[in-house]
């Protein structure tokens, strides 16, 4: 009969043999060889954006609504003091990071959430300095309005361009009406200076009825989006319903269709809108995906340590739970190769590290980020 002391010691062996095999390193095949995972920190619920320090380490958000350091050796800080206060039900919480362009002289760091307020919550945007651990001097500098008391379809994506102007992608939020109008917050991707002002290039500037901050409109839930290396343009994913992801290049004041038209149809597999795939004055995708893989981050890869990669474009798929490599022929989609099949985690962002790895979150209760590559 074993002591309770050696029955301890056992449980021990096994809680750190489990932690050390829940550490370890696994691998994948590819077209390009095998594919090795790392777990680099874990311990995150439901981990939702990625964004890297010019010194290495990692800024990474918490649905429920902490902003949380990590460092180059995988250590999480404690949660950042003054986030603000997010709406955290459904789909909501605290959602993308951002790190101004010229963090060096700023120390800006921008995040999306869902904001409570009056008739619900919506999409909004804020900055603050990140000083120690903690954001200090934080505005909101973008609101989506008018506010609803859905859970779902928040977005939300954060991208700077070139000039240094940010991208911010919405969500319908469960509105079918809103996304065709030009005086409403939701289904659209909208374009702000670095201070929330209206950029004076922007397609609806003066136009009566629209909000000058809308860039493109038209759409169901834009979760992914990333600025091409080369042509600096503005790249996106978004949801389909049943069917119907789409990856779309968004011109400015450009109609993507929701609901309008839509090679998806309802979870019911009933018709959506008009039951149309295409009409006059509304755009088709580039790429879409029926199933659906529901996309959520996205991220071109442009290293030089993986020159298999390069040029390539990483989906994350939150419902098939992998990763999806695009090889690209300017702004055509050549050809599709699933990675990480097996992996059985949900990828809710995708980024590329400095380090020339790709960095991943999963999207659960005792999220990882995890770092890929080629063996």
């Given at each position: ?59 990474v958000t918490e649905r429920p609504g902490r902003l949380r350091l ?275 985690e949900r990828i809710r962002d995708v ?25």
């Amino acid at each position: 009969m074993k002591t309770p002391l050696a029955l301890a010691l056992m449980l021990a062996v096994g809680a750190c043999a489990a932690q050390n095999s829940n550490d370890a390193a696994r691998s994948f095949p590819s077209q390009h060889g095998q594919v090795q995972v790392q777990p680099v920190a874990g311990g995150l619920e439901h981990p939702w954006g990625l964004a890297f320090l010019p010194d290495g380490r990692m800024l990474v958000t918490e649905r429920p609504g902490r902003l949380r350091l990590v460092s180059t050796d995988g250590k999480l800080s404690g949660p950042l003091a003054g986030v603000p206060e997010v709406w955290a039900r459904g789909q909501g919480g605290l959602l993308d990071v951002a790190v101004d362009p010229d963090f060096a002289s700023t120390s800006l760091v921008y995040l999306s959430y869902s904001e409570p307020g009056e008739g619900g919550s919506g999409t909004a945007v804020a900055r603050g300095k990140l000083v120690g651990e903690a954001l200090e001097d934080v505005q909101v500098i973008f609101r989506q309005l008018p506010k609803l008391e859905a859970g779902q379809h928040f977005g939300s994506r954060l991208v700077f361009d070139r000039e240094g102007r940010l991208y911010v992608t919405t969500g319908d939020r469960g509105n079918w009406d809103f996304p065709q109008a030009l005086d409403k917050g939701q289904g659209k991707i909208f374009r702000i200076e670095r201070d929330g002002a209206i950029p004076a290039d922007n397609p609806f500037v003066g136009r009566e009825g629209a909000d000058p901050a809308i860039w493109s409109y038209g759409h169901r839930n834009v979760q992914g989006a990333a600025l091409h290396p080369q042509t600096g343009k503005l790249w996106q994913t978004e949801h389909g319903a049943r069917g119907g992801d789409e990856l779309n290049i968004p011109d400015p004041g450009k109609n993507y269709g929701w609901p309008v038209i839509t090679l998806g149809v309802n979870y019911s597999g009933a018709p959506i809108g008009s039951g149309k795939k295409e009409m006059e004055g509304m755009e088709q995708p580039m790429h879409q995906w029926t199933p659906s893989i529901a996309p959520s981050g996205l991220a071109f890869y442009d290293h030089d340590r993986f020159p298999a990669w390069k040029g390539d474009l990483f989906v994350g798929a939150l419902a098939f739970q992998r990763v999806v490599r695009l090889e690209l022929d300017g702004e055509k989609v050549v050809a599709e190769e699933p990675l990480l099949v097996d992996l059985g985690e949900r990828i809710r962002d995708v980024r590329q590290g400095p380090d020339g790895y790709l960095y991943l979150l999963t999207d659960d209760a005792k999220g990882q980020i995890l770092r890929v590559g080629l063996e």
